[in-house]
């Protein structure tokens, strides 16, 4: 029996966004460029539903927004016809927190002089991208790929007279003189500093519902699993995905034989595979490894804290999920636990067993916040151990959102004006 293409995205909840996610060349390339291969056009890429109804909603349900000032701004970005700068220019103008004054896109010579439409700014030509022109902004998103972030970032900021730039790559987040930032969490050290880098989208969802149980009970070890939607290697990943998806099921639905894998290491379809990014000397691969060197950073955790992760590409096309297991200082109290959960911002809890309620991609995709659900004290661990299951979009919170909320930050803590004066 075959299935048509039609057949398989009606059935798995799938349906035809209405703008395609572009691809682009070398430097520009949406994030993360680690596992990007260049590509053509590609067709328009298959959207969750969710995501549809849940964009014309963030501005109000995100229980992120951070009050700001009067201050308006001219704000960079470059890669905006990306995946994550279009979900930076999409939340900007969504919250409406950040005040802008001016909307400025750069590009590489092959996208310099074409034309975005934005929902407040009106119709923005992309600028041939230069240092000098985006030191001319208040603020620069840089959605590109670390080569090029190591290469401009610190021009681009530096002096009294550069612009505040946030950089969404991995290139800074390990210098110990620059901040990698959730402004939940940490958004204080942004005081002072020209240069934000932008944590990992796994660390960063999954420290969205540690961090509110840290402060409550302490911590003395975490353990992580996730489970990563084929969008964390950009387009290309996602059209692999359908691609061969489609492929398989016009095939005999025994074998992957002929279906293309070159974005993952193998055919994705109906498969997982327990490899994100090159595999380390310890056994560990890098994704798996950001997980400890990004959350020990952030939270500012010693090397006494274990932190250990295993990562594994799953079929589905957007949205991160994670199984997280603490071991505690203090004795755990579920009731407290989920109500430090219902009271974090940027969380949003999703757990009642009866109605058969928790996180999922299908819900979680086109949200701000992380859903948090199957909290339940460990066995592991018994009284003094918690085992819950986060999912969010990691395009958003693990990304766009948690870049523009570093700016709103900035703004509200007057790191933004002080350094536009």
Not at 207 to 236: C, N, R
Not at 278 to 296: A, C, D, H, I, P
Request: hydrophobic share 40%; proline share 5%; charged share 20%.
């Amino acid at each position: 029996m075959k299935f048509t293409s039609a057949a398989l995205f009606s059935a798995i909840g799938f349906v035809a966004a209405t703008t395609t996610l572009s691809t682009t060349t070398n430097a520009f390339a949406p994030l993360p460029a680690s596992t990007r291969q260049n590509s053509g056009t590609t067709p328009i890429a298959f959207t969750p539903r969710s995501i549809l109804e849940n964009q014309s909603n963030n501005a109000h349900n995100s229980r992120s927004m951070s009050s700001t000032t009067l201050n308006s701004y001219t704000i960079g970005i470059v890669g905006a016809t990306g995946a994550v700068g279009k979900e930076i220019r999409n939340c900007i103008e969504d919250r409406g927190v950040l005040k802008v004054d001016k909307l400025r896109f750069f590009g590489s010579k092959r996208s310099a002089g074409k034309t975005v439409s934005t929902k407040n700014s009106g119709d923005v030509d992309i600028e041939l991208f230069s240092v000098d022109a985006a030191r001319e902004c208040d603020v620069v998103f840089l959605a590109v790929d670390g080569d090029f972030a190591l290469e401009h970032a610190k021009a681009i900021s530096a002096g009294d007279d550069g612009a505040i730039v946030i950089d969404n790559s991995s290139a800074f987040r390990y210098e110990p003189d620059i901040p990698l930032v959730v402004p939940e969490i940490n958004g204080e050290c942004t005081k002072g500093n020209k240069l934000i880098a932008n944590p990992n989208c796994t660390t960063a969802i999954g420290l969205m519902a540690i961090w509110p149980l840290i402060k409550a009970f302490g911590v003395k070890k975490i353990l992580m699993s996730t489970y990563q939607a084929s969008s964390g290697a950009g387009q290309p990943g996602m059209d692999e995905l359908t691609n061969g998806t489609k492929q398989y099921l016009e095939g005999d639905l025994m074998s992957h034989d002929g279906i293309k894998n070159e974005i993952f290491a193998y055919p994705l379809p109906f498969n997982v595979i327990p490899q994100i990014d090159k595999f380390q000397e310890n056994g560990y691969t890098k994704e798996e490894m950001k997980v400890t060197w990004e959350s020990r950073k952030i939270c500012d955790l010693g090397e006494d804290i274990p932190i250990s992760c295993s990562a594994v590409r799953i079929p589905t096309i957007r949205a991160h999920s994670e199984v997280i297991v603490m071991e505690t200082e203090n004795k755990v109290d579920l009731k407290i636990a989920r109500q430090v959960l219902e009271d974090a911002p940027g969380v949003v809890v999703k757990d009642d067993p009866d109605t058969l309620t928790y996180p999922m991609p299908l819900t979680a995709t086109g949200s701000y916040d992380v859903e948090v659900g199957r909290i339940r004290k460990s066995l592991a661990f018994g009284d003094y151990g918690l085992e819950f299951f986060v999912c969010g979009d990691q395009l958003l919170r693990g990304a766009a959102l948690n870049a523009v909320l570093v700016a709103e930050e900035m703004d509200r803590n007057g790191a933004l004006s002080s350094s536009s004066e």
